[in-house]
């Protein structure tokens, strides 16, 4: 993990000191293609893309999650998912790697290169260089925008966390583990296998 790519330029002040200046969403598209950026409080968070297992997690959740919640195949439908996007908070920047917006709030997912309007719900898949950030202060700025429900998947602990915003603070709703079967909200309606999530453990030699 990188921070402060473009953030950390220093400008001088005229009196002989040198200050960092906030950076810019100008500062975020400059960075590399195989590079994810993201802003949150003047600080520019610059990671490289993720690893097999981290990538296994996200994808696996979110085709479990597609057919019975997008397209209401064996489920009650009325939602929209996307990988990735990037959502513009003001000033702050973030990309969380699965987000999910209820019908009725967007009933169309806009053409665009970012999106403004806070999802209902959104995921993280933690890594090591991650899940400080993960766990503080995104988990901040999606209280602070609204969203509903935060979920927190740790593909090297195999583990699930779920959040629901309630006066505006985050209460746990469960943790689980390994291959439990969870039922976790706002996707009650589906028995989540949790196993399908994660890669083969590696044998011992």
Excluded at 60 to 84: A, K, V
Excluded at 86 to 101: I, N, R, S, T
Excluded at 167 to 172: L, P, Q, R, S, Y
């Amino acid at each position: 993990m990188m921070q402060g790519l473009a953030a950390g330029e220093e400008r001088s002040t005229g009196m002989g000191q040198e200050t960092k200046r906030p950076a810019t969403y100008e500062d975020l598209v400059a960075l590399p293609e195989h590079w994810v950026g993201q802003l949150i409080d003047g600080e520019l968070i610059a990671l490289p893309r993720p690893t097999s297992r981290h990538a296994r997690a996200t994808s696996r959740l979110g085709g479990e999650l597609y057919s019975p919640f997008e397209r209401g195949r064996g489920g009650p439908g009325g939602w929209s998912f996307l990988d990735e996007p990037e959502l513009h908070f003001g000033a702050d920047v973030l990309v969380p790697d699965l987000a999910g917006w209820r019908r009725e709030r967007m009933p169309e997912v806009p053409d665009a290169p970012f999106l403004t309007l806070a999802p209902d719900w959104v995921c993280e898949v933690l890594s090591p260089s991650t899940a400080s950030l993960d766990r503080s202060r995104k988990k901040r700025l999606y209280a602070r925008e609204g969203v509903s429900h935060v979920w927190l998947v740790d593909p090297q602990a195999r583990t699930l966390e779920v959040f629901r915003l309630s006066g505006g603070k985050w209460v746990e709703q469960g943790s689980w583990a390994g291959d439990e079967r969870v039922r976790a909200e706002p996707f009650e309606a589906l028995e989540l296998e949790l196993g399908v999530l994660w890669l083969p453990e590696a044998k011992a030699p």
